[in-house]
C-alpha cells in the first residue's frame, strides 16, 4: 500500500484534530492506515525562516512543518492567497489587492514547500494536495523531479471564465493546476467552471479530462462529508447534554435561530442579520418569541476588509435590538470567539433553525452539522443558501436566495411554524445522505481516483 503524504497550509496534531473536527479527523485517519506524513506550515514565523522541516512522530504518523520568513509569509497568507484567491473565488473581485511582490511570495514559498518535501518523499508516494494556498505546488515539484501522482482538492469554489480574467495572473495558475494528475472540487458545477476556464484560456476539455499546453489533468467532484453518527453522539454526550439544557434554560421556552460561522465576507452573516430583523418587521408575532445567536470567531482580522467587515455586522447587530429589544429580550446575540465542537454540539441541538447563508460558499460543514446534532424525533430546520456547495446534497433544507433578506425572513416563519411531522421526514431525508456521503467517502473516492490517474510523464516541464 503507498504511503499518503497530506500537504495543507497548516498542520494539525491528533489533540487539534480532535477539537476541529471535519476535515482534519478524516485526514488524520487516512494518514494512520498508510503510516503517512503529514506536511505543512508550523504556524511560525522568523526572519529568514527555515529550509530543514522539523519531523516528529504523532500517533500512527508522520509531522513535517516548516517555518515561514516573515515577510514571505505575509505577502503568501495575507498578500496574495486571502487578498486576491479567496475575494474572486468568492465573487469579490471589488476585493481584490494585487501586488506583484504578494504574487512573487506566494511562489516562493510554495517553492520553499516543495524543496523542504521532496527529500522525505517516497518512490511510491501518493501525494495529496490541499486548496488554495498551494496551487503551485505540483509545479515546483516537477521542477525538483517528483513523478510521483500528486492530486490537490479545492475546498472553496472556483469562478467563471469572466471572473477569473479579472485576477492578474490567472494564466499561470491554471497552468500550475495542469501540473496534478488529479484535480478535485466540492461540486460538479465547480468541477465545470474549472474545465471552462482551460477551455476559454485555450485548452480542450472532454468529459473529466482537460488538456492545454501538452498537459492533461484529470477533475472531479468530491463533496466532503462530516462523520454524522460520530457528531450526533457528540450532541447527545455527557457534555453535548450539558450545554443543550443550559442553552435550553437561557432561551425561557423561546425558539433559537443559530448561525456558527468564520467573520468573513462571503458568509452572508450582514445580509442574515437583515434578514432576522425583517422576520420581525414582516411578522410581528414572532418578536420575544425568537432569539438569533451568531456565532463569528475572528478571522484575518490584520485585513482591512475583514476589519471593516466586523465594524459593520456589529452596528447591525445593534440596529436590530436597538429597534426590538425589551428589559426581558435580547433578539440578536454575537459572539466573536470559537466554542468547543462538544459546545457547538449541544447549541445545534437546542436551536429550531439552524441558518446557514453564505454568498458563496465551497460546502459548509456547518449546515450538515447542524442536521446531525438533532434529534430525529423533534429535529429543528436547516434554512440554507442555494449558494453553498452543500445545497446540492440537503435539498430538504429550506433554500433561499440569501441576497433576498424578504425570501429569508419568509422561509424562518416556515421553519418555525413548521409541523413535527414535516420537520422529521425533512430531517431524515438529510441525514441519510450525510451518513452515506460522510468524510470517509470523500476521502475514499479522491484516493481511488488518485491512485487510477495516469502518473504524470517524466521528463522536463516547460518553465512558466
Known amino acids: 500500500m503507498s504511503r499518503l503524504v497530506v500537504v495543507s497550509n497548516r498542520v494539525g496534531s491528533t489533540r487539534e484534530a480532535a477539537s476541529t473536527g471535519g476535515l482534519a479527523v478524516a485526514l488524520i485517519e487516512a494518514l494512520r492506515d498508510s503510516g503517512g506524513l503529514w506536511f505543512g506550515f508550523s504556524g511560525k514565523t522568523a526572519r529568514s525562516g527555515t529550509r530543514k522541516p522539523e519531523v516528529v512522530a504523532e500517533d500512527g504518523f508522520t509531522l513535517a512543518t516548516l517555518n515561514l520568513p516573515v515577510d514571505e509569509f505575509q505577502g503568501y497568507y495575507s498578500g496574495y492567497a486571502n487578498g486576491c484567491l479567496w475575494p474572486i473565488c468568492h465573487f469579490r473581485p471589488d476585493l481584490i489587492q494585487f501586488e506583484r511582490t504578494h504574487f512573487d511570495a506566494y511562489r516562493q514559498v510554495n517553492r520553499r514547500f516543495a524543496q523542504a518535501l521532496a527529500p522525505l518523499l517516497r518512490p511510491d508516494d501518493l501525494i495529496w494536495v490541499h486548496d488554495y494556498h498551494l496551487i503551485p505546488l505540483a509545479h515546483e515539484l516537477r521542477a525538483l523531479g517528483v513523478r510521483q501522482r500528486i492530486g490537490f482538492f479545492l475546498h472553496i ?13 490567472h494564466e499561470a495558475l491554471l497552468h500550475w493546476m495542469l501540473d496534478y494528475d488529479l484535480v478535485g472540487f466540492q461540486t460538479q458545477h465547480d468541477r465545470l467552471q474549472f474545465q471552462h476556464c482551460i477551455a476559454h484560456n485555450g485548452g480542450w476539455i472532454s468529459d473529466h479530462t482537460v488538456e492545454a499546453h501538452g498537459q492533461s489533468v484529470q477533475a472531479g467532484a468530491y463533496p466532503i462529508g462530516i462523520d454524522a453518527r460520530q457528531f450526533h453522539a457528540l450532541s447527545t454526550s455527557p457534555a453535548g447534554a450539558r450545554e443543550f439544557r443550559r442553552m435550553r434554560d437561557a432561551l425561557h421556552g423561546r425558539a433559537q435561530i443559530i448561525g456558527v460561522d468564520r467573520l468573513d465576507y462571503s458568509k452572508g452573516l450582514l445580509r442574515r442579520v437583515h434578514a432576522v430583523e425583517a422576520l420581525f418587521d414582516r411578522h410581528p408575532h414572532t418578536r420575544s418569541r425568537v432569539e438569533f445567536l451568531q456565532i463569528a470567531p475572528l478571522s484575518r482580522h490584520q485585513l482591512k476588509a ?59 460543514l456547518v449546515a450538515k452539522e447542524f442536521v446531525a446534532a438533532q434529534d430525529p424525533e423533534d429535529p429543528g430546520v436547516l434554512v440554507l443558501s442555494r449558494f453553498a456547495g452543500a445545497a446540492t446534497q440537503l435539498d430538504a433544507a429550506l433554500l433561499v436566495n440569501p441576497y433576498d433578506c424578504g425570501e429569508v425572513a419568509d422561509a424562518l416563519e416556515t421553519a418555525l411554524s413548521m409541523p413535527r411531522a414535516q420537520r422529521r421526514d425533512r430531517h431524515a431525508r438529510m441525514m441519510s445522505v450525510l451518513v452515506e456521503q460522510d468524510a470517509a467517502k470523500w476521502r475514499a473516492d479522491f484516493l481511488r481516483d488518485l491512485r487510477g490517474a495516469r502518473a504524470t510523464r517524466s521528463g522536463k516541464r516547460r518553465a512558466r
Open 306 to 364: 475583514y476589519d471593516d467587515f466586523r465594524h459593520a455586522l456589529e452596528s447591525a447587530a445593534a440596529q436590530v435590538n436597538g429597534r426590538f429589544a425589551q428589559f426581558d429580550w435580547t433578539p440578536v446575540r454575537y459572539l466573536n470567539r470559537p466554542l468547543p465542537r462538544r459546545t457547538l454540539a449541544g447549541l445545534y441541538r437546542a436551536s429550531r433553525i439552524g441558518l446557514v447563508t453564505p454568498l458563496r460558499d465551497g460546502m459548509n
Open 157 to 169: 469554489p472556483f469562478p467563471p471564465p469572466d471572473l477569473l480574467d479579472a485576477l492578474p495572473e
